[in-house]
């Protein structure tokens, strides 16, 4: 056989045991597995502080309110719900005998009034007439005993005066005791708010809370023109928080909700619910409220912002593993392992100080109990 021939049978021969690897090659090797690739980008990170158990709206003033007496309620003058101002009668009591009695002290000023005007007249005319007699007597018509007389009466007169004085000042301190008496029959809003619950009806009788029992508020009266929010922190937490820090507040009744807020408090104790769990409450007013969407007793939770660092490099939180290990997309779309050095983090990014570069694609989720480091990947499709 000629070289010639030879050498292309051997080339021949060569091409087919190379496609037949190759072909060998492409079927049984594996196949990429789709996984979810998150990118190293650039960023605003947080590191935060959210409660332990779920905080309440609260009112910056809510009152429970009974009257200062007991008695049978004759006029109630609100419903539920209902709007009212501050010094407006939520509720009447009855008192139609302190009312009479409150009368009857308005008719003894208006006596000692009179007399007092009366006793008061005569004691000035008395006065004139001892100067009249002290002048006659400097001119010799009359003794001298008609003008001590005559002072005599007019000492009396002033005396007398002033006693009517101390009388009507008397019925005045009795009519603001009986004034006194018929407003503890009466329950007046002390600010502006809303009724959030009446106990007792029209007819039914009240009574106020002795000290150590107690009794259901006749009116509970909130100002909801003021909501903060009180939330318990664990303690390990608490020395990082300070007032007028940013918060976030998110609501169960309002999902998907984000309300910013601001530190207003932090309770100079710490609450032991269980021995196991102490707590530390702090408070976050409502930065820019929305009243008509906001209920006093609506659960809560409050996310401190206790530090804050902008454009740094960062990523998903969730895709750094035990021991800050991360798999990163690496060549021939294979996952490579790398250990990260971060800095700031929350539950949603970490900064990145060492181990990745932006715009790298680290793995986000998939099936990991197939997949490895080395692992051929290919990123699945956008889900809209």
Partial sequence: MPRSQLLLRIAGITLVVAAAGFIIWHLTRSKPREVELAAVSRGIVEATVVNTRAGTIKACRRAKLSPQAGGQIVNLKIREGDRVK?????????????????????????????????????AGNAQRES??????????????????????????????????????????AQIAVSQANLDRTRLIAPFDGVVAQITGELGEYVTPSPPGIPTPPAVDLIDDSCLYVSAPMDEVDTPKIRVGQTARITLDALPGRVFDGKIRRIAPYVTEVEKQARTVDVEAEFTNPEQAALLVGYSADVEVITDHRENVLRVPTQVIRQNNKVWVLGQDDRLEERTLKTGLANWVYSEVLEGLSEGDQVFLSGNDGEITAGTRVIPKPHQP
């Fill in 86 to 122: 501050a010094g407006q009668v939520l509720l009447e009591l009855w008192n139609a005998d302190l009312q009479a009695q409150h009368d009857l002290s308005r008719q003894q000023l208006a006596t000692a009034e009179s007399r007092q005007r009366e006793t008061c007249i005569l």
């Fill in 131 to 172: 100067i009249r007699t002290q002048q006659l007597v400097t001119r010799g018509f009359v003794s001298s005993q008609r003008a001590d007389d005559a002072e005599a009466t007019a000492s009396a007169q002033r005396a007398a005066c002033a006693a009517t004085a101390a009388e009507v000042k008397r019925a005045r």
